[in-house]
């Protein structure tokens, strides 16, 4: 656990070179280096580092030697978004809409919508007739392949 007042003397203090990059102020309470976050997601670093880039609410403050530190609001974060992505199977963008306000059925229905939409074409009695000799001739030469299979394992 990192020291509140560690971070208020040496974290914001004057010898912080880059006074932009440090401006934001860390929120009361714990925060987690990004091994630790990272072990308590069960997640790898690689990952927490990625979804930086990916969801623009998850920003962690760093020290001045570039150590990312999550607060507890990230941390939450952190924890939507593995749920959605790992637990919901959503994608990035479909999480990034849920984050975002709109609901995950909301966000899904976007995706679906996003996706071009091409009515199939009606097919022809020749084309049925290739399509039923090429399924009839893929079933033979499976069960050459399975005949084949099953005569190596017995020898």
């Known amino acids: 656990m990192i ?7 040496h974290f914001f203090g004057p010898q912080t070179k880059d ?3 440090h401006g934001k102020k860390p929120q009361a309470g714990r925060m987690y280096r990004i091994g630790e976050a ?3 997601l069960d997640l790898p670093t ?5 979804w930086e880039g990916e969801f623009p609410g998850l ?6 030697k570039g150590q990312r530190l999550y607060t507890e609001r990230g941390m939450e974060i952190l924890r939507k978004i593995r749920s959605l992505l790992h637990e919901q199977g959503m994608t990035i963008e479909g999480a990034r809409r849920v984050l975002s306000g709109a609901s995950p ?5 976007a995706h679906l919508a996003a996706q ?4 199939p074409s009606p097919i022809s ?4 007739a290739i399509l039923q000799d090429a399924l009839r001739e893929l079933r033979e030469l499976r069960a050459l392949l399975t005949s084949n299979i099953a005569e190596e394992k017995r020898s």
């Open 3 to 9: 020291d509140q007042n560690y971070l208020q003397c």
């Open 19 to 21: 006074k932009d990059m």
């Open 38 to 40: 990272a072990r308590e």
């Open 46 to 50: 690689s990952v927490l580092r990625f």
């Open 59 to 64: 920003q962690p403050v760093r020290t001045p």
């Open 105 to 109: 059925a909301v966000a899904s229905a």
């Open 116 to 119: 071009p939409a091409t009515p």
């Open 125 to 128: 009695a020749e084309q049925t």
